[in-house]
């Protein structure tokens, strides 16, 4: 699977592209970090630690203080995949991210977003 090439990818690596795609739609740094906070259980600060510290997406999610129950809620299609058929758990929790920033660059309410 192409995708696990990414394992190993440092997450801060990957979040500068998160904040081009949701400011290319209009939308901010600010609410890409919302959703991540949300997923992750991570505070703001504990958030720029990690993008500081070049942690992979592994150890990203590995570390999260609590990866949000209603993540499940999750479903849809990323880059031709169904993200709540992805078997591999990492590769979901990517999916995950990746489906959450997809859907504020197309300008769903946070609330939806955040499964509110």
Known sequence: MAGHRIFGMAFAKVYPAYIAKAEKKGRSQD????????HTGYTQKQLEKQIAAGTDFEGFFAQAPKLNPARALITGVV??????EVEDPLMREIRYMDKLIDELAKGKAMEKILRG
Do not use: A, T
């Not at 609410?31 to 949300?38: K, N």
């Not at 880059?79 to 709540?84: D, K, L, Q, Y």
């Open 31 to 38: 609410e890409v970090d919302e959703i991540i906070r949300w």
């Open 79 to 84: 880059c031709g995949v169904r993200v709540e």
